[in-house]
């Protein structure tokens, strides 16, 4: 019989629950976000998260059961984020997996949320092909990854200090923009002039596949210092912004497809969203005979979908567990799923 799972994403900001089956593919997803809660903060406020997780997940799982037209009884296990992310706000999660997991009789499977984001390109219609290159970008990771195969990460490359997302975001704030800026910082760069503002590119001088984000910040706070920032200013430094952690992608990017010699690249997590870096990449890829994958814009951003297909491939292998035991880790190296994982 195809396998079908429930899975429960909670470690950041939003709040959602998919059902994904073996056969018939992605039968429901609900997502709550909680950007409106912590905007007011600049930022999120992991106290504030966990409780909304809390009010929202159960409601949320009912909702993505309705919509998939399933039982509990047609379950084959439960799939949650463990980690890397905000401790309590996992916690929520994975204690509302495991309950409902333990009362049903079905296994549990912990799922890394970097993992997600790798596999979330598995849910279009024209997958990626094993081994590939993943560039994951998010608010809190910026990595290039050689990827054989499920749990077969080989990391070539990550940022030293802030992450491609938090640059976009921190920059955002500078400039007066509300959190979460990324989204927010591209729209204005629609209107800005390339060239107007050239901020660093760091480490492209050197050889290598590591990033580093944080001296932007610098700049973009001298540039946003003079007055008047209107916005024609405002509008070319987030171009001048945008470009650099842009252009600074691609081409360690190209420098990793040159290196492995793999043409096709995934790219995933928030900043996977950004159009500019979309385009870049199906360019710089198209020119060397390989293409971008990337999944579709929602599912760019957290999701329960993306935990849900790293949940059925795993529990396909035989993994899950019925321990009562929650797992949770704020900290999690995606290379240690490099390891035989049979207790989740
Ligand atoms: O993957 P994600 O939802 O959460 C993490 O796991 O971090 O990524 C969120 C990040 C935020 O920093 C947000 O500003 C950024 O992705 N982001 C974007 C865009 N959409 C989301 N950055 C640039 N351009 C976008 N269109
Ligand atoms: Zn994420």
């Known amino acids: ?13 939003e709040s959602a629950v998919a059902v994904l089956d073996e056969e018939r593919g992605l039968l429901s997803h609900a997502l709550f976000s909680q950007i409106e809660l912590h905007r007011a903060y600049g930022g ?19 909702q993505a059961l309705a919509e998939a037209d399933t039982t509990p009884e047609q379950l084959s296990g439960v799939a949650h984020t ?47 092909p094993f081994p590939h290159l993943a560039l994951l ?3 809190g990771h910026t990595m290039l990854i050689r990827v054989a195969g499920l749990g077969e990460y080989e990391l070539l490359g990550e940022t030293r200090d802030d992450a491609a997302g938090e640059a976009f975001d921190k920059t955002a704030k500078l400039l007066g923009l509300p959190y979460p800026g990324g989204p927010e910082l591209a729209r204005l760069a629609r209107d800005g002039r390339a060239g107007a503002f050239v901020f660093p590119r760091p480490m492209l001088d050197r050889p290598g596949l590591e990033f580093s984000f944080s001296g932007l910040k610098t700049a973009v706070s001298l540039a ?15 171009r001048g912004v945008q470009d650099a952690i842009v252009d600074t992608l691609l ?9 492995t010699g793999l ?13 500019a870096l979309r385009t870049g990449l199906a360019t ?32 396909k292998r035989g993994e899950g567990s019925f321990d009562l035991a929650i797992t949770a880790r704020a900290q999690w190296p995606l290379t240690d799923l490099n390891q035989d994982r049979h207790t989740a």
Do not use: W
Not at 44 to 59: C, G
């Open 137 to 139: 970008v998010s608010g």
């Open 1 to 13: 019989m195809a396998l079908r799972v429930l899975a429960i994403e909670s470690s950041c900001d």
């Open 251 to 259: 081409r360690k990017t190209a420098r990793a497809v040159e290196a």
């Open 263 to 275: 043409v096709d690249v995934v790219v995933s997590g928030g900043v996977g969203a950004n159009l």
């Open 82 to 128: 463990a980690g890397p992310g905000l401790v309590g706000a996992l916690l929520t999660g994975a204690a509302l997996a495991r309950g409902f997991a333990f009362s049903r009789g079905l296994p549990v499977i912990a799922v890394h949320h970097l993992e997600g984001h790798l596999l979330a390109p598995l849910l279009e219609d024209e997958p990626p």
């Open 284 to 315: 710089l890829l198209r020119s060397r005979g390989g293409r971008v994958y990337h999944p579709r814009i929602e599912f760019c951003t957290d999701n329960a979908a993306m935990i849900a297909v790293a949940g059925l491939l795993r529990l």
């Open 224 to 238: 946003a210092r003079a007055q008047p920032l209107d916005d024609r200013r405002r509008n070319d430094i987030a």
């Open 44 to 62: 999120v406020v992991p106290e504030l998260a966990s409780r909304d997780h809390l009010r929202r997940l159960l409601p949320l799982l009912r």
